[in-house]
């Protein structure tokens, strides 16, 4: 099985964390899609990690517990719970078996998808796909880590995974052919 | 998708993996198959190709946001207090409300419940008591502290539906001085609650309820504060915790509490 990033899983509260900072306000900014909203989400899970750190339990995945605490704090804010509202309905499609893509390659319209597009194309997408397509990419985390920090079974995973990829391909395709005319 | 030399349908099979092979999510075996199958086919090589540019396109894309060292120097300060110390309200929630949230912290956890509890008690159960007393003055110093406005119980229960994994029960105000102001969903140690708002006499108080656990330590009944402050009630009943906390007299935050529960016997 291919071996991801392996954290320690002991220590001081802030040798565990602040190791997570970049990549937890990197999370925090895609999903508020706002810089002082982003600051508040990561000042309150790091004070609520801080307050609820002597429950938690040595040799579980510390990174899955810091990103899960992230969310559920994104989750009860304004902007969280509008964008869970605005997307229900997706997420009732979600199911868990995987999603089969048959589509054709699309290597020559990614060549031409610039990093700004691709931007752009991520922050349009829901914030359930947003978010499952960011810990798998930029933070490489596996599956079951996924499955823990959104607290969903690993099939749906996998179907939300494979839903999200394609949305965003959709969507750049979408702004490529939107920029030709 | 076009065949490669293994057949269409042999490629099917594997493209229905292509994912969990780049996502390195199969089985050591089952990544050399696959290796061995995409050298030998080339349609499902473009494929892999143009997947692995997404997620190389992604990857370098989603690093996008830095925090400044300024914040990263103050959270760094803050992760290295004492853990327990109530300095988790944000930016913007106000001066007002933190140094609230500070005080009711500092007398709660410093033992001001009622005299019936042993210090031990009040240790085990500080932490929770600071996560509600948080929830309860961070929501009062929001410019708007519910999401579902209404006096009407019948209006705001059905509101939760799908939001929260359990139902409860609001108790009749008629022929009472408590008013329903409305709700929100909330979250207490990862676990999602509902946040009630009621007012007495322009107190606020809220009410939190959340599916009772093994894990979760003992409530203490009964935790009035001293006068002057805040008054909480807190029980288990019918596999659900609530908690009952504001500013109005003791003999108000038990009242509504005994509603609370009289509603959760019917």
Redesign the interface.
Known sequence: ??V?EVLPQSGS??DL??PL??QL??FA??LSRD??E???L???T???A??????FEPGTNFRAWMY??LR??F??S?SG?KATTQT?ALEEEDGPE?A???E????IF??R?N?QL??EA?SDLPVHFREI??L???EEM??QEIAETLVIPQGTV?SR??RA?AA??ELLKARLQGGQR | MNSGPTGSTDCAQWTTKLDLYLDGELSDQQMLAFDAHVRSCTSCAADSLSRVQMKRSVKAAGKRFTPSEEFRRRVQRQSGAKPGLPWGFGLRWGMAGALAGLFLAGVLSLGYFSNHRTIEEATVAGTTYNEIADLHVATLASASPVDVVSTDRHTVKPWFQGRIPFAFNLPELQNSEFALLGGRVTYLQQAPGAHLIYELRKHKISVLIFQARPEDSPLPGSASTRPSSFSTEAWTQNGLRYFVIGDAAPEDIRKLAEMFKTAAKT
């Open positions: 099985m291919y991801r509260f802030e964390a602040m900072f970049d306000y990197n900014h895609w810089r002082e982003a600051e508040d990561v000042q309150e790091y004070a609520k801080l307050r609820g750190f002597s429950s899960r605490i559920n704090t989750l009860t304004r719970l229900v995987l089969i893509t048959s054709t390659p699309e290597t990614l060549e998808a990093q691709v931007q991520i397509l960011l798998c990419e930029v596996s599956y996998m995974l494979s990829r965003l391909r």
